[in-house]
């Protein structure tokens, strides 16, 4: 009797963790901003309790503050827990959601979510109900968020969305995307949109009274502030704002006033921030990577001016923020590499990049070429041959492992993440001797026989990127 009982115990252990393995693959996940999901990014982090400063809001707090920014510049271990389409009751619950795991000093709360009650696009239903862990705070912003029962059903058992995902299944299902592991919850976008907001909007002073559901907000994050001791920062980023709008932001904002809470519009404090509406937005309200970098540089020296924040540079325990920075220079690298022409200016660049798989070949009559193709060979630290011989040199992590002379034919196999394979090929074909580069089957570059020139191949492993992939003549 006991034997069987103890064998159906074990089947339903196993049952529970098989089922749980295929709800982790099959579950809705949050892919806006490049793949991004803040939440994710927020359970990566565990619960060591290291985070000083958390941004909480909509779409626009992901575009917002840049934590590799304010960790290279202050130390500060800065987290943007932004959700598309946060609305008041969302946003508390995000907090409250920080709070299980980390005891931050200063939370910064974006109040533009006092403009709209509800939400108007279904997906940001799911964004801000389903991406958290199902827990009590869930439940709560679930039952508050939705009318039906089959409506609470279906958000807190999950199933009936779950069961709808086999036929959309992708590579981001099965491992973390790489976004929500080093970006802190920032989303990099260098889209420009040029615009110009309403001024006359903007320094009304008209103002629609705070309504029950927005003074709720603003009275139960202050309370939570003093219960669990942070301090509470609120802020409108610079978005376009209609005159509707503008009255609710002043309302609130007058709110405020009368009980003493510190408030940002970065909007009004354009100036002094340096924002250019002609080049620092993706649209009327999204911040591009420049626009970010901006306003981060002006909430650094805000938190330096108003708070006393541990600098946490170099501690072991604050690995994320440095893998933040390093994924952050990894990024700004590539971009640096897309706007160059010269491979010699190029190869500056990727000699001072780590984690690099390299391929460069030097083929046909390569010598008689215009550019500088003999500083890419200094440069790069090539050897095994001559730079008059040419051949093809493989660099890992800024070692040369492999050299293929020009008139040997060979192939070198070079893994370089747990799905991908860099293959580089020096062939014969009917029509000459080639230079191939390919990962997963398919070529990197076109087959250009008897080519003459330079071909510079470089793989990023940190970003899992192909950052340089061009014939030089």
Not at 284 to 305: Q, V
Not at 355 to 363: F, H, K, M, R
Request: with cysteine.
């Amino acid at each position: 009797m006991m034997k069987q009982l103890g064998k159906v115990i074990a089947f339903l252990l196993i049952f529970i963790l098989g089922l749980s393995g295929l709800y982790r693959i099959f579950s809705w996940k949050e892919t806006s901003g490049e793949n991004k999901s803040s939440v994710q990014a927020l359970y990566e982090i565990g619960d060591k309790d290291r985070v000083d400063v958390v941004f909480i809001g909509p779409s626009f707090t992901y575009s917002l503050a840049n934590p590799a920014i304010l960790w290279d510049d202050y130390g500060i271990a800065s987290f943007n827990l932004g959700v598309s389409g946060q609305d008041t009751e969302a946003a508390y619950t995000s907090i409250l959601e920080v709070l299980k795991t980390q005891t931050p000093e200063v939370v910064m709360v974006d109040f533009s979510a006092t403009m709209t009650e509800g939400y108007q696009v279904e997906s940001n239903r799911y964004r801000n109900m389903l991406a958290y862990r199902l827990s009590k705070e869930n439940y709560e912003l679930i039952d508050k968020l939705t009318e039906t029962f089959d409506e609470k059903k279906d958000f807190l058992l999950r199933w009936p969305i779950v069961h709808t995902r086999y036929k959309e299944l992708q590579r981001y299902d099965f491992e973390q995307y790489m976004p929500s592991i080093y970006t802190l919850g920032f989303c990099y976008d260098w889209t420009i949109m040029s615009w110009m907001p309403d001024f006359t909007v903007l320094y009304s002073k008209e103002q629609t009274p705070i309504s029950p559901i927005n003074q709720e907000f603003v009275d139960k994050i202050v309370a939570l502030s003093q219960e669990r001791g942070f301090s509470v920062v609120f802020y409108l980023p610079a978005l376009d704002r209609g005159e509707d709008t503008q009255r609710i932001f002043n309302g609130v904002e007058a709110y405020m006033d009368e009980i003493g809470v510190t408030y940002l519009d970065f909007a009004r404090n354009a100036a002094e921030i340096g924002i250019d509406y002609q080049t620092d937005f993706i649209d009327h309200g999204h911040s591009n990577y420049t626009g970010a970098k901006k306003l981060t540089d002006y909430i650094g020296r805000f938190l330096a001016e108003n708070f006393r924040l541990e600098d946490h540079r170099g501690e072991p325990d604050y690995e994320p923020w440095e893998l933040c920075s390093l994924y952050q220079s990894h990024l700004l690298a590539m971009k640096n590499v897309q706007t160059l022409s010269e491979p010699a200016d190029i190869a500056e660049i990727l000699v001072n990049m780590d984690q690099l798989v390299i391929v460069a070949s030097l083929e046909g009559d390569f010598l008689s070429s215009d550019r500088d193709l003999a500083r890419v060979y200094d440069t790069l630290g090539l050897y095994g041959g001559e730079y008059e011989d040419g051949g093809t040199w493989v660099i890992q992590d800024g070692e040369l492992t492999d050299y293929i002379p020009r008139d040997t034919l060979g192939e070198v196999h070079i893994r370089v993440n747990s799905a991908d394979t860099v293959s580089v090929f020096r062939m014969e074909t009917e029509e000459g001797t080639n230079v191939k580069c390919q990962m997963g089957g398919l070529p990197y570059n076109p087959l250009q026989p008897n080519a003459s020139g330079l071909y510079l191949m470089a793989y990023d492993k940190f970003t899992n990127e192909v950052i340089v992939n061009s014939w030089f003549r």
